[in-house]
């Protein structure tokens, strides 16, 4: 019973935990990224550098329209909205000297591997607090009835 008692104890102290922990990884290796579908070669890339340069009017296009052709100058992108992912090694970001505050991550079938989403960190941090909080529970339910059954010891 007394091991019981401990395991639920040390749930209880991971439920505790997981959102700051969560919160301390997300903000320490999370970054906003649009993920590449696939991507453009060396040679390609200088290319479409070359061609944007050419082809960019910066009085005529705004900046949606920049970041669209910048994007296509690296690869296609899934999607023109950025993920927030954990990226725990920075060279694995392509930032365009065009716009350096994006960031590029080729993901899945463009070589590279899935990111772990931020929201998947979340989910997790929810589950355990909640898995941590019926531990919690328990461990008060079982503290209940080892004190009853000592005081039914003691009392006889």
Known sequence: MLKLIHVLLVLSAVALLAYPVAAAVDSAYGHDVYLLASVNSVDDVDDNRELFELTFD????DDAAKLEQVLEIYG???????????VFDEARLTRPPEIPEVALLPAGSAGGDYPVQS??????????TLAG???AI????????????DQAATAS
């Open 76 to 86: 296609n992108v899934a999607k023109l909205e950025t993920e927030r992912v954990l």
């Open 119 to 128: 929201e998947t960190v979340a989910y997790t941090a929810k589950r355990l």
């Open 58 to 61: 910066p009085e005529t296009d």
């Open 138 to 149: 328990a461990l008060l339910a079982a503290r209940f009835f080892v004190m009853r059954r």
């Open 133 to 135: 909080l019926l531990a």
